[in-house]
């Protein structure tokens, strides 16, 4: 079963792009995106499915369509700034109810001082009834108005290149369209941009929705379902961004240096193996560290019990970067049989801070697992597994925090906590990766819980709640009273649909 695309896809290079065109009709629903059940959950679907059908056959006007630049509607990705000073979340628009999705920025500064006591607008927040620890505030004080753009629909993810102090990139993988978009933050104005055009809240133009290779129309073009995307920056300024894709198995390179435009430049296919029920091949979960020897990229699979690792090769201007296929390993410490049956169906994967330990989701058998990644004698990484914990079915994403050593506290020693999404249960699950890994603390943080981001500055960590429009936040200060709740839900809660 399918929804109907935002836009055409025949020719892939003439589509007119749903934020360059006014939506004059709603989106007749045959079914589901095909995409939307993956990461989402049954009862996303159903959401979804219900709004859909209520938009069958309605006209509006361009100005009727336009999403707003000061709310949360169906927030997938976000994305700390690496210096904590803003959050970036993707609203996918999943119900098509506008003609674009929107990337808003969070000032969290502001943020902050609601949780203190001392919001700009003490009107626009109150009480939580059930939970007297949590305030519940309206998103727009939050929100930089100037700042946002507008996307594609149905984005997933975001990932965040930094280029210096207050200069930073954004890469979100759009699956209506499909396309990669990208936008520069400039950190003096507080403000995204993606467009060559003047003004504030601007549709991104052409250059900024990457569909093809070398963005030349006759060159391969992108894949359907871009997935989850990791983006690394170099302090001489090259830089790049590794999109996965979730039906076929593909991994897209984006080569983006700081002084230049974003441009896909390599595409790898059947990286996997396809499922023997389906034939589809997926590519999903990404992240990746940085060595002696340069970036490491690894890649997990839902359709294979693998993660296959990549390098980005820099040959001489102006022969393009490319991707170079580097080891891999099995995840076969746990299944069915251990050592035998394996883990299929990984989904988000990051990289303790030190780079020496990879932390996975992985759903078939629901777990997350820990994997030491230092460096061998021969200079590989020694991929072995060390740990895992039984999880939440249908788990989506996660973080890692470092929590530096504090004398004289209950805890005085350096430790690591990984913080993952459980999008049916409506819970973030807290683990303690040490050891052989144990799950530490089930925090209840609203519905349909998908992104998890951390401020580790700020000992905040953000979670956005797909069935609801809200980012619940979390107060991860060890000392804190409130260690590991939810002490602020940005947005009022959407009631539940019927």
Not at 58 to 74: E, I, M, R, V, W
Not at 364 to 377: F, H, I, K, N, R
Request: with cysteine; net charge negative; proline share 7%.
């Amino acid at each position: 079963m399918h929804v109907m695309q935002a836009t055409s896809r025949d020719p892939w290079w003439s589509n007119p792009h749903p934020m360059r065109t006014a939506a004059s009709t709603c989106v007749l629903c045959t079914g589901v995106h095909s995409g939307l059940g993956t990461g989402l959950g049954r009862a996303g679907v159903a959401v979804v499915l219900a709004a859909l059908a209520a938009l069958a056959g309605c006209t509006a006007s361009a100005a009727d369509t336009g999403p707003p630049s000061d709310q949360l509607f169906f927030p997938t990705g976000l994305a700390v700034a690496p210096d904590d000073s803003v959050l970036f979340v993707a609203n996918s628009n999943s119900e098509l109810r506008y003609d674009s999705g929107t990337i808003n920025v969070i000032d969290l500064d502001m943020v902050q001082q609601a949780i203190h006591g001392s919001a700009p607008k003490p009107g626009d927040c109150s009480p939580d009834p059930d939970h007297r620890e949590s305030l519940i505030c309206d998103e727009a004080q939050f929100i930089l108005l100037d700042a946002g753009v507008r996307i594609g629909n149905f984005a997933t993810t975001i990932a965040v290149q930094d280029f210096g102090p207050g200069n930073y990139r954004v890469f979100v993988p759009t699956r209506g369209d499909p396309s990669i978009a990208w936008a520069n933050y400039d950190g003096n104005s507080k403000s995204l941009s993606c467009t060559a055009d003047a003004g504030h809240f601007q549709q991104c133009d052409d250059a900024h929705r990457l569909t093809s290779e070398l963005e030349d129309p006759d060159m391969t073009h992108a894949v359907d379902e871009p997935f989850d995307v990791f983006a690394s920056a170099s302090p001489d300024g090259s830089g790049f961004a590794v999109v996965t894709h979730q039906t076929n198995g593909v991994v897209t390179l984006v080569d983006s240096p700081a002084t230049d435009l974003a441009r896909i430049t390599d595409i790898k296919y059947d990286i996997f193996d396809p499922d023997l029920l389906t034939g589809l091949r997926g590519a999903t979960g990404v992240s990746g560290r940085s060595t002696p020897s340069g970036e490491q990229v690894y890649v997990g699979s839902r359709t294979e019990d693998r993660i296959q690792m990549f390098t980005v090769g820099r040959p001489e201007a102006p022969t393009p970067a490319y991707l170079v296929e580097s080891n891999f390993f099995f995840l076969n410490a746990v299944g069915t049989d251990a050592g035998v049956g394996g883990s299929t169906d990984t989904r988000g994967m990051t990289f303790s801070q030190d780079g020496n330990q990879l932390y996975l989701v992985n759903r078939m058998p629901p777990s997350v697992q820990v994997y030491d990644t230092t460096l061998g004698a021969d200079g590989f990484p020694v991929n072995r597994a060390i740990g895992a914990s039984d999880i939440c079915r249908d788990a989506s994403t996660l973080t890692a925090l470092h929590f530096p050593m504090v004398p004289n506290t209950p805890v005085p020693v350096a430790y690591d906590r990984i913080y993952l999404t459980c999008f049916d249960d409506g819970q973030v699950y807290v683990v303690d990766p040490s050891g052989v890994s144990q799950v530490e603390d089930v925090i209840l943080v609203g519905r349909g819980p998908y992104a998890v981001a951390a401020a580790p500055t700020r000992n905040l960590v953000f979670v956005t709640n797909f069935l609801e429009d809200t980012i619940a936040v979390i107060d991860v200060d060890p000392m804190s009273v409130n260690r590991n709740r939810v002490v602020l839900r940005i947005g009022t809660p959407k009631a539940p649909e019927s």
